[in-house]
């Protein structure tokens, strides 16, 4: 198998994170269209994102969430969802909270420290902050006193590391969250988790700027769905609104 990843990406780190931990053999291939436009990512995928998944006979599943419920289905062992139907939603709704509200918040933090010019970006920081906190919050009381959010490690647990340490480029103390914190260094051992992180850190220490991560060679930057509601939501409607009008947006090409 073959899997359109990029490094950086908290989907394409879930789906590496959970192949690596049942281990599944790939050829991972580092793609990010919004940055470098190649087409054999668009060819993929129709909203050319990654990660795609391209099977031995050359079938295609994109999105991170299908991904893995396909690799739980064909690899049950080790198993990432929990036996317990109650505990499987729960572990969706863990993961879900990850895909679109972590992503979304981080997303925008990011987005404000690119444009520190902007009137709205001390705000937009500030706004970013506040909320990762709150779903710290959350996540500190969905764990509760357990090891991991649904008592065994699951996709729950492979979504929200992907996050969690974005808390220090926030300036956010872990220290305000020891049940979370204790459950980070707990997925730190564990080796597929230890593996992404390394990457990470060796992708941190090549970036040459926040810029060279977000901005694509024709000067547009890749929105969607939640991560443009959360500065609406906010109410930075006119900081969209000038990034729409002078052309610095794209979205998920349609390459059907």
């Excluded at 080796?191 to 040459?208: G, Q």
Aim: glycine share 4%.
């Amino acid at each position: 198998m073959k899997l359109f990843t990029f490094v950086t990406s908290p989907y394409a780190r879930k789906v590496r994170i959970a192949m690596d931990y049942k281990g599944i053999a790939y050829e991972p291939i580092e793609r990010c269209y919004s940055l470098d436009r190649r087409p054999d990512l668009r060819d993929a995928s129709i909203r050319a994102e990654v990660p795609v998944l391209i099977l031995d006979d050359g079938r295609k599943i994109a999105d991170s969430t299908i991904i893995c419920e396909y690799l739980e289905e064909t690899h049950p062992a080790p198993p990432l969802y929990p036996r317990d139907a109650y505990d499987r939603a729960r572990m969706r709704s863990l993961e879900d909270l990850c895909d679109r509200a972590f992503d979304a918040v981080s997303y925008g933090y990011f987005i404000a420290t690119l444009r520190a010019d902007a009137p709205e970006a001390p705000a937009m920081k500030a706004a970013a902050k506040a909320e990762y906190e709150a779903l710290f919050r959350v996540l500190e009381r969905e764990l509760g006193s357990r090891d991991f959010f649904c008592g065994e490690l699951s996709v729950a647990d492979i979504a929200a590391a992907c996050h969690v340490p974005t808390a220090r480029a926030m300036n956010i103390d872990p220290t305000k969250f020891p049940s979370l914190q204790a459950w980070m260094e707990r997925m730190r051992v564990v080796p597929a988790v230890a593996a992404d992180l390394k990457r990470m850190r060796i992708a941190m220490a090549k970036m040459h700027d926040i810029a060279s991560e977000l901005v694509g060679p024709d000067g547009r930057i890749h929105w969607r769905d939640s991560r443009l509601e959360w500065p609406v939501r906010h109410g930075f409607i006119d900081f969209v609104a000038r990034e729409f009008t002078g052309g610095k947006m794209m979205f998920p090409p349609d390459a059907a």
